[in-house]
C-alpha cells in the first residue's frame, strides 16, 4: 500500500494528484492518494487568479519552466475542442499586451496562436501605449478548474481532509510514504524558504460581459502586474494590476482599489457601467525559480520522500500541468527505486 | 427660409440611422419617422449585427468598400468611447473558415476591419473540416441597443418618431416635402418594387458567455455571433420565404452545425428562437424618384434592399441617402421655373 499525502488544494495540489493517481494506480498493488489543506477552493490563492494563459515576458532562470508552459498549453488547447472544455472553466480568448516602447517578442510567441503586433489603428484604441501585441491564449478560470479536478479526484476515491498540517514529521508519523508539498505561499511554515515570499495582488471582478478581449499593460520600470490588466472569464470580468512583494495583508485596501479602478476605467472607459461583483486579495507564491524537486526526510528509523511542488508566482495555471507531470515523474522514480512497480508505467 | 418637413418611412436600422444623419448634415429640416414597426420588432432587432460585410453583385467594389468603411469608422469611433455598452456597440475577434482555398485570398474589406491576416496552421487545426481561414477583429452592432440610442439621437435634435402603418407613399404628401422610404421589404407594395424579396433567417440567441470569439464558415450558412448578453447561432438563407415562425427542426439543425465548429456549445442553455427576413436585392436601392400624380409631386428618396449587409452598411449608405435628401431640398429651396429633376 502507497500512501500519498498531498498538502495544499490550490491548482497545484489537485492537479499533482489527479496526475499521479491518472499515471500510477494501475501499476501498483494499491495506492491511496489523501489532499490535506486548511483552504479548499473558493477559498485558495488560485481563486483568486484571473486565469490568463501567460508566461511571464522574460525568459524563466530555469529553462526547464519554459517546457512546463508550453506543455500546460498544449495540454489545455487539445481539450478546448471536447464539450466539457466550459465545465473546466477553459475557453479561448484573445487579446492586447501594451507597452509604452517596442520591446522583443516573448519566447512563448509560438506557443500562443496567431501572435502579431498590433497594428496603427489598432493602437490608436489606447492612446498611452505605442507597441503591443496580439494573440489567441486560453482561459482557465480557477475556481471552476479547481471544482472539476475535485470532481475527477472524487471520482476516483481520493479523500479530501480539512487541516491545517504544522510539519512534515507529524504526516510522516500517520504513516505518509510520499508527500507532495503543494502549500504554495506558505511552504516557508513547513521548512523555512528564505527564497519564498509573497507579492500580494488584489482583483476586482466585474460584470461586463461586452469585453471579449484581454488587455494587460506592461510598465517595465513598475515591474510585473504593476499595470492595469483587464481579463475577461467565462462570465465575470478581472480586473487588476496590484503586485506587491513582501505584503501580508490579506484584506482589500482602498487605495489599491482606486489604482485598479482609476487605471482599469482609463484603459477601457466602458467600465463606468460595469457593476462591480466583488473584490478579492491573494498571494502569489514569489520564487525566483519553482522549487520542483525530491528531498528526503529521515523521521526516527524511517525516510519520508517529499516532493516540493511550490513557488509559481503570477504563472500557476500557466504552468501547473508541466509541473504536475514532473512531480509525477519524481514519484515515479521513488516507485521504482523502491520496487514497488509492477509493470512500466506508460510514459506520458 | 421655410423649413423642409422630411418624413421617414420606417425605423429599422435604415430609417433610424438616416434620420440622425439627415438632422447632422440637413440644416432646416423637420423630420418624423413613421413606422408600424419599432425596436424590439424590426429586422434589424433580430440581425446579429457583425460587420462582416456581403458582396452585392449590382454594385461596383469600392463603392461597397466605401460604405463599409463609412459605418466601420462610425461604429469605431462609438466603440471607443464611454457610450459603447449604450449603444450596443462591441469589438470581437475571430475567424472566417473555408471548406476550399476561396479565389479570391483576400477579401476587398480586408484592410477595413482591424489585424486581417490569414489563420495560421495552429488555428486551423480547431477545425479538421476547413482548410483556410481569416482571422481578424470587427465590430458587433446590435438591434436592441443600437436602434433606441438612434431614437434617443433622433429626438435629441426635436425629429418626431409616430407609429402608424403607410399602405401608400401619397399618404405623406402633403403633410410633408420628401419622403426617405427605408421601409425595407415593404417597398415590395410601398414602391412596387418586385425586384425586392425576403431571405429568411432563423438563428438561435442563446447564453454561451464562455465563447469569446466569433466563428463564420464562409457559406454564411453556418456562424456563432457572441454578443453582449447571447450568442447568436445561425442561419438559414430561404430565398422567397416569408414565414416569420420559427421551426423547430432547423433550430436543431442549426444547432447540430455550430456544435460541430464549436463543442463547447453543447453546454449552451436558454435557447430563443427567432426569425427575420432579410430585405434582398441585387443592388442596394439609393436613388431620388419624383413621384408624380396629377399635379402632384412628391420628392422620394429610396434607401433600402440591403439584404444580409444592414448594418454592416447602414451608416455608408445613410450617408449617401442623406446627400440624395440634401439635393432634394436644394430644388425645393430653388426658385426655378423648370423643375432640375
Redesign the interface.
Known sequence: MMRVVVIGAGVIGLSTALCIHERYRSVLQSLEVMVYADRFTPLTTTDVAAGLWQPYLSEPSNPQEANWNQQTFNYLLSLIGSPNAANMGLALVSGYNLFREAVPDPYWKDIVLGFRKLTVRELDMFPDYSYGWFNTSLILEGRKYLQWLTERLTERGVKFFLRKVESFQEVAREGADVIINCTGVWAGALQPDPLLQPGRGQIIKVDAPWLKHFIITHDPERGIYKSPYIIPGLQATTLGGIFQLGNWSETNNIPDHNTIWEGCCRLEPTLKDAKIIGEWSGFRPVRPQVRLEREQLCFGSSNTEVIHNYGHGGFGLTIHWGCAQEAAKLFGKILEERNLLRIPPSHL | MDTVRIAVVGAGVMGLSTAVCISNMVPGCSITVISDKFTPETTSDVAAGMLIPPTYPDTPIQKQKQWFKDTFDHLFAIV???E???AGV????GWQIFRSIPTEEVPYWADVV??F?K??K??LK?FPQHVFGH?F?TLKCEGPAYLPWLQKRVKGSRGLILTQRIEDLWELHPSFDIVVNCSGLGSRQLAGDSKIFPVRGQVLKVQ??????FIRDSSGLTYIY?G??NVTLGGTRQKGDWNLSPDAEISKEILSRC?ALE??L??AYDLREKVGLRPSRPGVRLEKELLAQGSRRLPVVHHYGHGSGGIAMHWGTALEATRLVNECVQVLRTPAPKSKL
Open positions: 471607443n468611447s464611454a459603447a455598452e449604450d462591441i469589438m470581437v475577434s482591424l489585424g491576416r489563420m495560421t495552429d488555428e480547431k482571422a477583429t454561451a458567455p464562455w465563447v469569446k470569439h457572441p453582449v448578453s456544435c463543442p463547447s453543447r453546454g
